[in-house]
């Protein structure tokens, strides 16, 4: 029903800042709660934030909370992650997933998510 493609990975040196982006397809971009998610070598995916349907409320895993931020405009169909003070530890492939459940509650698990983007590199130096 929906389609995410993400764009805006790269390498980038610690200490440094990055944009990553997912576009959504469709006209009902604005009832889906977006996630961002992560999965390093050899890792299991883990959650990374999330942003109601009217991106009013944020939430984020401890490990990135006051570095990394969402965004979304659903009149572009586009919702964002601006990653700064980024760690070594912060690469990952980065996922963006939509969950279309009709009550807007703060999703934090894999399996509550409809949609999956195909992921995007980011690679942290030091």
């Known amino acids: 029903q929906v389609q995410l493609v993400e764009s805006g990975g790269g390498l980038v040196q610690a200490g440094g800042s990055l944009r990553l982006s997912c576009a959504a397809s469709?006209?009902?971009?604005?009832?889906?709660?977006m996630g961002w998610f992560r999965q390093a070598p050899g890792k299991e995916r883990e959650f990374v934030g999330t942003i109601t349907k009217s991106g009013n409320i944020t939430y984020y895993v401890d490990s990135v909370k006051g570095r990394f931020t969402i965004s979304r405009d659903n009149a572009k169909n586009t919702v964002y992650l601006q990653m700064n003070s980024l760690k070594p530890e912060d690469t990952a492939v980065y996922y963006c997933?939509?969950?279309?459940?009709?009550?807007?509650?703060?999703?934090?698990?894999?399996?509550?998510?409809?949609?999956w983007g195909q992921g995007t590199q980011v690679t942290v130096s030091s």
């Open positions: 469709g006209r009902t971009f604005s009832r889906y709660i």
């Open positions: 997933a939509a969950d279309s459940s009709v009550v807007s509650t703060i999703s934090t698990r894999g399996y509550e998510y409809d949609y």
